[in-house]
């Protein structure tokens, strides 16, 4: 608690952060600018201000894009300053059965994908909501993953996913080649993310390449205090995408690309790119050859 509240403290509060924030941009709520979120923790570190889940809320709205960090003349250590927090909120907020099911569907391919034929039967049939009704959620204190679960088509219940390849070609004039980091969830809540993020690559002209060994960049066991097996995740990730001439490593989800930007490997770390970003440094346009969207 002692280092997350002198890290807190560095913070002047001068708000030259502010404009920076793509969130507080979005909600121009103080609560969730990078001086309100640190003012939050650090009176939460203080013992002044109850765990709630307005506070979990807030924090969790944060992208962890970390360009307030970048601008902080302070240097106030923003990415340290919630890593540690949601490292000891986790414990509170999770019971152990949940985190260890977390850890096991993020780290086991085999039981991720057995948890996504699970997740299809638990959201398409009768089971969830027989299982909120006797509270099962609440009892086994799996209520927060309960209720964060996404949407599943009720149409799609008989039909395999397709599996994904472990290589997608340009369908234009190729401009290189990128890694494309799915993320531990990646296939098991976002597959159709993933499947836009690879029509959107290889229609700019990008060959797609996804490592069949590519898992969890290890956030889950850093932000439990478990270092060593985010090490050894770092590892795994680095291999996995090493010697393939990739121009850089996209990620998807915000989160999946904080952590991996955070790799000790800098050869790795510095290839990371968030995928609007990336798009955007390619100088895209889209709309040349994509199919405009219903609304
Ligand atoms: S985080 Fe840095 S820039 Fe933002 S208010 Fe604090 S001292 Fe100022
Ligand atoms: S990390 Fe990004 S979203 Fe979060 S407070 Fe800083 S600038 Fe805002
Ligand atoms: S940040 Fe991404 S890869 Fe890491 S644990 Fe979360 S979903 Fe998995």
Known sequence: MNTLLADADICVKCGLCLSHCPTYAKTQNENESPRG??????????????????LIEHIDNCLLCLSCEKVCPAVVPYGRIIDN?????????????ALSLLKKIS?????????????????????????????????????????LLPDVDRNSISLPRD???QYYSASVEVKGTVGLFTGCMGSLLEQETVNAA??????????????????????????NGDRETAE??????CS???????????TIASGCGSQLRKYKQSEFAGKVVDISQFLSQSGCNHSEHLMPLAV
């Open 240 to 250: 996995a995408f090493a010697d393939q001439g990739l121009d850089s490593i996209v």
């Open 232 to 237: 050894k995740l770092s590892r795994i990730n």
């Open 198 to 223: 690879i029509k959107v690559l290889t229609t700019a002209g990008f060959n797609v390449s996804l490592p069949e060994q590519q898992t969890c960049c290890g956030a889950l066991d850093l932000h």
């Open 37 to 54: 979120l640190i003012a939050l923790i650090q009176a939460w570190a203080g013992h002044h201000l109850d765990t709630s889940e307005k």
């Open 107 to 147: 780290h086991n391919k085999t039981i991720n994908r057995l948890a996504q034929s699970c997740l299809r039967l638990y959201k398409t049939t009768r089971l969830q909501k027989t299982a909120r009704l006797l509270r099962l959620p609440n009892l086994l204190r799996l209520d927060k993953i309960d209720r």
């Open 163 to 165: 599996p994904l390849k």
């Open 85 to 97: 927090f949601r490292g000891q909120l986790y414990a509170e907020r999770y019971s152990s059965l």
